[in-house]
C-alpha cells in the first residue's frame, strides 16, 4: 500500500471526504499534516503545491492536488493502481 500524506484542518469537509474516501480504498494510515495548529507549515504546502486550500493529498511523492483531484482519479479508475504501489 503506497504512503498516503495529507495537509489537513480539523474543521475541513474536503478533508473529512477525502480521508472517507481513502479509507473506503483500504488505506489504514493517512499522515496528516495539520496546517491550522502549525502555520508554518501551510507555507510549507503552499511552497511544495502553489497551492492554499487543504487538503492537499499526495501518494508516495506524487502531488495529487485536493479532494476534488483525488474524487476525480478514482472516477477515471486510477486511484486503485496509484495506491496498490
Keep these: 500500500m503506497a504512503n498516503i500524506t495529507m495537509y489537513t484542518t480539523a474543521v475541513c469537509p474536503y478533508c473529512i471526504n477525502a480521508e472517507r474516501l481513502l479509507v473506503s480504498k483500504g488505506v489504514q494510515n493517512i499522515n496528516k499534516i495539520r496546517v491550522d495548529l502549525e502555520p508554518e507549515l501551510r507555507i510549507k504546502m503552499m511552497e511544495q503545491t502553489g497551492r492554499r486550500t487543504v487538503p492537499q493529498i ?17 472516477m477515471a479508475g486510477k486511484l486503485d493502481p496509484l495506491l496498490a504501489k
Design 58 to 74: 499526495y501518494i508516495d511523492d506524487l502531488h495529487v492536488g485536493g479532494f476534488d483531484d483525488l474524487r476525480a482519479l478514482d
